[in-house]
């Protein structure tokens, strides 16, 4: 089998194992469901609460992220994603028997933070290494999309097992100064836990399975056997280890400590956080919205679905798109934030039709879904040989987002609705223009400087690793 046939295998597989596991945008469509559970031993519990599930979630997340890859690195490839199985399993398990609010949000997000963690980090690596620096764009799209594909099914499994009637919220009295706010009858929330259940299954049977699908590379070119012999001849250091390669040396806190201090990192990390507040925002509100207006489980959530599948395909075809247009590279990342900016802002018309609403949740599907994509490649240009550690690093930057954005909203939307809170994301995402205008030049100034050194001492992007 050759490489390129393995690589197939592992991205196949891969795609499979991060859509169930990396299961964040899920619960955009379970928290209402969630919600009304929760509310029989919580009275109290109000929508705007369901913030601290996510917040638990990407805290894990940020911790883990950067351990996942000293456990890959030190344990292989096996342990780490048994890890990540364990993590999900635990988490999806433990919650379905938690009644109070504080302990489930506790449990369930930071165990399953910590498994996308986990998964986000390595899941990529494991699949690159089979495959060439031309074939990177479209493996990134892929590997990436994972993350909307899978709930675009599993929300719609979701939606049959816990609601197969299709039975509409009842107002009911919540919160500490008792106003409204809707719920789902018990003859719906009470199949939650069996869905938690089903869902630990299914992620520890394919956690299980996916380390056994990695096959290693074999040498297709007769250097690089050669190569690999030779390193199998190099004597053993001192201490007992093999002799490691430069590039694959884990990040010293020295050199992670240089790159954050520079003015492109700052820039790049606040393209991050101001420009994915929109999209997560929605993500992790589109539903509640929806079903506030609609009232209609089965067309929200088909909508939603159709959202986050079209979000795939913007993970896909975003990043090849994105390298194969030359100079206006940057662009296209400049005009998806304008884009935004403005959906964000005529967001509060859209969500009181169903035609209108179907668009917006298309819009910032496709958006968020094109950002995320654009993260590890715009990295790749802007850092060249250490792309794979800025991005290790950047990617928290989703998680002060996500924080952000949902403390604000909560803060905000009880009071004075969802206006203020898309009016501050579109100005955010309006800030994101002037950075990527100094990314841009950075950008040319790099490729600029690359083309007046010698081909021989130009960074190998593709063998970086952190």
């Not at 859509?19 to 109000?46: D, M, Q, T």
């Not at 008792?178 to 630990?200: A, G, I, M, Q, W």
């Not at 929200?300 to 913007?314: D, E, H, K």
């Not at 654009?374 to 790749?380: A, D, H």
């Amino acid at each position: 089998m050759t490489n390129f046939n393995k690589g197939l295998l592992a991205l196949v597989a891969g795609f499979i194992l991060a859509g169930v596991l990396a299961c964040f945008h899920l619960l955009g469509f379970l928290y209402p469901y969630i919600s009304s559970y929760l509310r029989e031993w919580n009275p109290e519990l109000e929508t705007h609460d369901l913030k601290l599930i996510t917040i638990y979630g990407y805290i894990g997340l940020i911790v883990f992220s950067p351990l996942s890859m000293i456990v890959y690195q030190r344990l292989g490839q096996k342990a780490a994603f048994w890890i990540a199985g364990a993590l999900s399993f635990s988490g999806w398990f433990l919650a379905s028997f938690i009644t109070r609010f504080w302990l489930f949000g506790l449990v369930f997000g930071l165990l399953v933070g910590a498994s996308n963690g986990f998964v986000i980090s390595f899941v990529g690596v494991a699949v690159w290494r089979y495959f060439g620096k031309e074939d990177k764009p479209w493996v990134v799209g892929v590997t990436f999309s994972s993350f909307s594909f899978g709930p675009f099914l599993l929300s719609l499994i979701a939606r049959t097992w816990i609601n197969p009637l299709n039975l509409g919220e009842s107002e009911s009295s919540v919160g500490s100064i008792h106003h409204t706010e809707k719920s789902f009858d018990r003859s719906v929330s009470c199949n939650v836990p069996s869905f938690l259940r089903f869902y630990t299954v299914l992620g520890g049977v394919l956690s299980f399975i996916y380390p056994f699908l990695l096959l290693e590379p074999s040498p297709e070119s007769e250097e690089e056997h050669l190569l690999q012999e030779n390193r199998k001849k190099e004597p053993i250091n001192p201490k007992g280890k093999e002799n490691i390669d430069e590039k694959e040396k884990p990040a010293s806190l020295l050199e992670i400590g240089n790159l954050i201090r520079t003015k492109r990192f700052m820039a790049f990390y606040g393209v991050i956080v101001f420009g994915t507040c929109f999209g997560y925002l929605m993500t992790f509100s589109f539903k509640i919205i929806g079903l506030k207006y609609f009232n209609e489980d089965r067309l929200v959530t088909q909508i939603g679905s159709i959202g986050i599948f079209l979000a795939g395909l913007s993970r896909i075809l975003t990043p090849i798109l994105g390298r194969n247009i030359g100079d206006v590279f940057m662009k296209i990342w400049k005009h998806i934030h304008g884009f935004q900016a403005v959906i964000a802002v005529l967001a509060v018309l859209m969500m009181r039709m169903v035609w209108s609403f179907t668009i917006l949740v298309f819009s910032f599907d496709i958006c968020l879904g094109g950002l995320i994509s654009l993260i590890p490649l715009v990295s790749e240009q802007l850092f060249r040989e250490k792309g794979l550690l800025a991005f290790s690093i950047s990617y928290t930057a989703v998680t002060i987002s996500n924080i952000f954005v949902l403390t604000m909203n909560s803060l905000l939307t009880p009071s004075f609705g969802y206006f203020p809170i898309f009016c501050l994301s579109a100005l955010l995402s309006g800030l994101c223009i002037p950075l990527i205008n100094y990314l841009e030049e950075e950008w040319k100034s790099v490729n600029k400087k690359n083309e007046e050194m010698p081909a021989s001492i130009v960074p190998e992007l593709s063998n970086s690793r952190v």
